[in-house]
Structures are given as structure tokens and as C-alpha cells.
């Protein structure tokens, strides 16, 4: 069977990563999640306090990161290595999301992970999840999937996953930086967080994990088909 690409765009903290790294392992397909590289990128401006207005600064910062995925044998995930350091804890940080969707929105950083992404995709046999993914990435993908849920359970699962590590936090810090962050990711000029034409909506407020997972895999069982 010919190996498809999967696209999965939407609004912030909808549970995208969970649900494409559970439907790639279901078939076997190289997971990626697109917003780990800005995050990782976000991460080197902050530890080498690049100027987010300096144009010049931001291309040579660029050509100093070397991104890379790389399957860790323990918990199966395919984690974002940054110059050779394992940067999925750190890229997680407060400090990090507050600063990423500005990044994110910079046309020299979106150039060079856009690149990066389809050159990974380029196989095909693979799940990837983002903003831009199905409109700008890779438009031709087989399946797209736009997933969105409400803004209280949003808030409510970002706010569960962020309270271990930072145990001060409220939930009204929580829906402030989602907000801001979905405002900002769906109003920049590039490629900004919107459905494609064809996509196929999972609005998952009300669903579980399973349930979900068996609906995007019936789409996907369906077009690998064809
Ligand atoms: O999926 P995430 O929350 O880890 O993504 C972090 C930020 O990266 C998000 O606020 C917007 C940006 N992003 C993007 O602009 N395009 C993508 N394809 C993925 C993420």
C-alpha cells in the first residue's frame, strides 16, 4: 500500500500531538511535530538573545540551529534534538510559549522550517501536525485534519499538563497565553492558522482519546485505501 501524508492543523493546546503520534504508531508512520521546531528555534533566540527585529541577526542565529527528531528507545517518542542536545523538556517551558507564536510569525524562521519539514515529509509515511501544515506545507497531502475543541477544554487540559512542573500557575495565565497565542498565529500574514478547503474537521470537546483516535484513523484507513 502506498504510504500517505497526514496533515493535522489547529488551534492551540487541542491535543494535535497526542492524537497524530497515537495514529502514526497505529500505522506505522513517521511522526513530526512541526511546532517542537519552532519551539526549539524560540528557544535559541532566548538563550542568545537574538533581536526578533534584526532581520540580520535572525539569519545568522538560523545558520547556527540544527534541528533533528530522533526516536527515544524509552518511551517510543520521536524527540527534537537542537545542536545535538535533547531539547523536548526545555522547549515545554512558560518562558517559551510566550515567546514562540511572535517567532513563528517571522518570514526567515517560517522559510527555514518549512524547508526542513518538507524535506522530512518528502518520503511520504508520516503524520505531521502544526498550523500550516494542510495549507502551506504540504497542500497536496491525502488527509487533512483540522482539529479544534472549546476554549474551556483547552484551557482546562493545558492547565493539567502545566501544573506539575509549575505549580503556581492559574488557569487564567493559561487561557491568556492560549488566546494570545491562537490571536497571533491566526492574524500573522504568513501562512496563518486557518482550515484548508479540505479538510476534515475533529472537534474533539466531547470525545476521548479512543474515540477520537478511531474516527482520524477511519479517515486514514480510507484514503491509504484508495
Ligand atoms: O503546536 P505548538 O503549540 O507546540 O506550537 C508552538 C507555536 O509554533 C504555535 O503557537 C505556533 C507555531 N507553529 C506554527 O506557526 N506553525 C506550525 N506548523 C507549528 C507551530
Redesign the pocket.
Known amino acids: 500500500m502506498k504510504p500517505i501524508i497526514i496533515t493535522v492543523?489547529g488551534w492551540?493546546?487541542c491535543g494535535?500531538?497526542t492524537m497524530a503520534r497515537q495514529l502514526a504508531r497505529e500505522l506505522s508512520y513517521v511522526f513530526i511535530?512541526?511546532?517542537?521546531?519552532?519551539?526549539a528555534i524560540t528557544l535559541f533566540f532566548i538563550r542568545h538573545q537574538v533581536d526578533l527585529n534584526d532581520p540580520q541577526s535572525i539569519v545568522a542565529a538560523l545558520s547556527k540551529i540544527q534541528l533533528a527528531f530522533h526516536l527515544n528507545p524509552i518511551n517510543g517518542n520521536n524527540e527534537i534534538w537542537m545542536n545535538g542536545e535533547n531539547v523536548e523538556a526545555s522547549i515545554r517551558e512558560m518562558s517559551v510559549?510566550q515567546m514562540?507564536?511572535q517567532v513563528?510569525?517571522i518570514k526567515e524562521v517560517?522559510a527555514f522550517?518549512v524547508a526542513q519539514?518538507q524535506q522530512i515529509g518528502s518520503n511520504k509515511g508520516i503524520v505531521m501536525?502544526?498550523?500550516?501544515?494542510g495549507t502551506a506545507?504540504f497542500p497536496e497531502a491525502e488527509l487533512k485534519i483540522f482539529m479544534t475543541a472549546s476554549i474551556p477544554v483547552r484551557v482546562q487540559r493545558r492547565y493539567q499538563e502545566l501544573l506539575p512542573k509549575h505549580p503556581q500557575i492559574t488557569m487564567e495565565e493559561v487561557k491568556e497565553n492560549l488566546e494570545n497565542?491562537d490571536y497571533?498565529?491566526s492574524t500573522r500574514s504568513i501562512?496563518p492558522?486557518r482550515k484548508a478547503e479540505d479538510a476534515m474537521v475533529l472537534d474533539n470537546s466531547h470525545l476521548t482519546q479512543e474515540e477520537q483516535l478511531a474516527l482520524a484513523l477511519s479517515w486514514a484507513r480510507e484514503k491509504i485505501n484508495h
Open positions: 492543523d492551540s493546546s494535535k500531538s511535530d512541526s511546532g517542537a521546531m519552532y519551539r510559549a514562540v507564536s513563528a510569525a517560517r522550517a519539514q501536525d502544526g498550523r500550516d501544515i506545507v497565542r497571533l498565529d501562512s492558522l
